[in-house]
């Protein structure tokens, strides 16, 4: 079984910054690509930036300039830095990630999600 943990959401207000913390584990041989997605309100959910095994980063073009991904594959984690924040990234933030658990194929894991609210 696998698990993936956030943390490090929270109240800030505009212009400020977070950094978001995602561990994965369990019986884990390999993680391929990890994620940050986040879902506001009423919305759909929708990719911020995602990251290879290689460490290869891509954004969307909404948080580009001001998040940064990065992973510690010794700790199978994922980090997501948010500056410049603004009120519209308020949302749940999830971390997700391409997992090979020992003794299968990959599959697509999520955590639990963490609350961002941006507001003065």
């Known amino acids: 079984q696998v698990r993936l943990v956030e943390s490090g959401g929270g109240l800030v207000q505009p212009g400020g910054s977070l950094r978001l913390s995602c561990a994965a584990s369990?019986?884990?041989?390999?993680?391929?690509?990890m994620y940050w997605y986040r879902q506001a309100p009423g919305k759909q959910r929708e990719l911020v930036a995602g990251?290879?095994?290689?460490?290869?980063?891509n954004y969307a073009d909404f948080v580009k300039g001001r998040f940064t991904i990065s992973r510690d594959n010794a700790r199978n984690s994922v980090y997501l830095q948010m500056n410049s924040l603004k009120a519209e990234d308020t949302a749940v933030y999830y971390c997700?990630?391409?997992?090979?658990?020992?003794?299968?194929?990959?599959?697509?894991?999520w955590g639990q999600g963490t609350q961002v609210t941006v507001s003065s």
């Open positions: 997700n990630a391409d997992i090979v658990v020992i003794g299968t194929m990959m599959s697509d894991y």
């Open positions: 990251i290879n095994s290689g460490g290869s980063a």
């Open positions: 369990g019986n884990i041989f390999d993680i391929k690509a």
